[in-house]
């Protein structure tokens, strides 16, 4: 039987590559808006692009923020990708001061402009485990230290606890968490979608977890 994964549409971002790249590596894809196509998830995906605030109003206005925290709470997988992932922080402060899920303690700041990087970051990046961390037992478990990633993003999570960090990336001298992880809920900053191989290595982890 196919992995089955369902996808949150809240109207935000293209999530055709996304869907595209699930289906590839043979999962079973489910568009829901409904509420209770979310709670009753096997597997689950908060895709995304554009801003916190916008997200968040997306959510509220079709009612899913409590079904994707139900669903959270049966100990089933979540992978928040991109704007995805920030969302699950507790807080942005991307045009303003925004709540967030709460589902990671923590907050979404901007990556500081600096003469030797732009903003926003776009393009490949290396991802490492941080500072005393391992990918084993994880969604990054296939893949070695310094595997390039695709990224876009002008803002990035700042997990409360470290031990919320799944991954880094060094942007200009700056810390960037490429993927972030409590228990059964993931969030990579980066595109697995759009990652090649890698990322599809990524993909295919999450669909047997």
Request: proline fraction near 6%; charged fraction near 20%.
């Amino acid at each position: 039987m196919s992995p089955r994964v369902t996808v949150i549409d809240y109207g935000i971002g293209n999530i055709h590559s996304v869907l595209k790249a699930l289906r590839h590596q043979g999962a079973e894809v489910t568009l829901a808006t409904a509420p209770d196509a979310i709670a009753g998830a096997d597997r689950l995906v908060l895709p995304g692009v554009g801003a916190f605030g916008d997200g968040m109003r997306a959510l509220t206005a079709r009612a899913q923020l409590d079904a994707i925290r139900e669903y959270v709470l049966l100990s089933r997988p979540l992978l928040g990708i991109c704007l995805g992932m920030q969302l699950l922080l507790a807080e942005s402060e991307e045009f303003g001061h925004h709540r967030g899920l709460g589902l990671i303690e923590g907050s979404v700041r901007a990556i500081e402009n600096r003469p030797t990087v732009k903003v926003p970051q776009i393009g490949w990046n290396r991802i490492v485990p941080p500072p005393g961390g391992s990918w084993d037992g994880t969604l990054l478990e296939p893949l070695p230290s310094g595997t390039m990633m695709y990224f876009v993003h002008s803002f990035t999570a700042a997990p409360t606890h470290e031990t919320d960090r799944l991954a880094d990336a060094d942007y200009g001298g700056q810390r960037i968490s490429a993927a972030v992880q409590r228990g059964n809920v993931i969030g990579c900053q980066f595109h697995p979608e759009k990652s090649g191989s890698a990322g599809l290595r990524v993909i295919d982890r999450f669909l047997t977890i």
